[in-house]
T-cell receptor
Framework: DADVTQTPRNRITKTGKRIMLECSQT?????MYWYRQDPGLGLRLIYY???????NKGEISDGYSVSRQAQAKFSLSLESAIPNQTALYFC???????????FGQGTRLTVV | EDKVVQSPLSLVVHEGDTVTLNCSYE??????LLWYKQEKKAPTFLFML????IEKKSGRLSSILDKKELFSILNITATQTGDSAVYLC????????????FGAGTILRVKS
């Protein structure tokens, strides 16, 4: 089993729908991140959490919300999806001593 | 605004060539700089650099950090088609809110 698991792997949704992307990890890491990737723009940070009670906005948080349900789970929600949220979304985890970050396999989201 | 700049944006070389990828950042005090390779989906970790002037090596790949000039390079010698990927640089430190900030990446294509 993967250390960082994202579900779903692919999703097509309609404009205006609410959608949740889920991330779970078995690494026991405190720090979790949500990034989106668009061609030519690298990985842009949406939200991050350093422990269960800590949630922080990243550079592109508008239109997104998150929930840290447990140390192992960090969910990203699009309350009302719009086409420019079509992207590849990654969840990542990192240990408290801040060594390498581990990534999930990504969720390809298409909003039509 | 936090900024990590990678160059070139894309590069096409022939097998056997040596390539140098660049990553520059804008702050003087940071904890670590990380390099990742992204082929199909999830980025995979290559190196973490924390000290200036110390080269990290793994096979044909090597990387070095210059904290004074605020940049890092990733060298790949004797390139192979399997080196074709997006190479991502990320910086982490207190002035970034202790979060990982990524550059846009360099797309490397190695032709046979």
């Amino acid at each position: 089993d993967a250390d960082v698991t994202q579900t779903p792997r692919n999703r097509i949704t309609k404009t205006g729908k609410r959608i949740m992307l889920e991330c779970s990890q078995t690494k026991g890491h405190d720090r979790m991140y949500w990034y989106r990737q668009d061609p030519g723009l690298g990985l842009r940070l949406i939200y991050y959490s350093f422990d269960v009670k800590d949630i922080n906005k990243g550079e592109i948080s508008d239109g997104y919300s998150v929930s840290r349900q447990a140390q192992a789970k960090f969910s990203l929600s699009l309350e009302s999806a719009i086409p420019n949220q079509t992207a590849l979304y990654f969840c990542a985890t990192q240990s408290r001593d801040r060594t390498e970050a581990f990534f999930g396999q990504g969720t390809r989201l298409t909003v039509v | 605004e936090d900024k990590v700049v990678q160059s070139p944006l894309s590069l096409v070389v022939h097998e056997g060539d040596t390539v140098t990828l660049n990553c520059s950042y804008e702050v003087t005090n940071f904890r670590s700089l990380l390099w990742y390779k992204q082929e199909k989906k999830a980025p995979t970790f290559l190196f973490m650099l924390t000290s200036s002037g110390i080269e990290k090596k793994s096979g044909r790949l090597s990387s070095i950090l210059d904290k004074k000039e605020l940049f890092s390079i990733l060298n790949i010698t004797a390139t192979q088609t399997g080196d074709s990927a997006v190479y991502l640089c990320a910086v982490e430190g207190p002035q970034y809110g202790n979060k990982l900030v990524f550059g846009a990446g360099t797309i490397l294509r190695v032709k046979s």
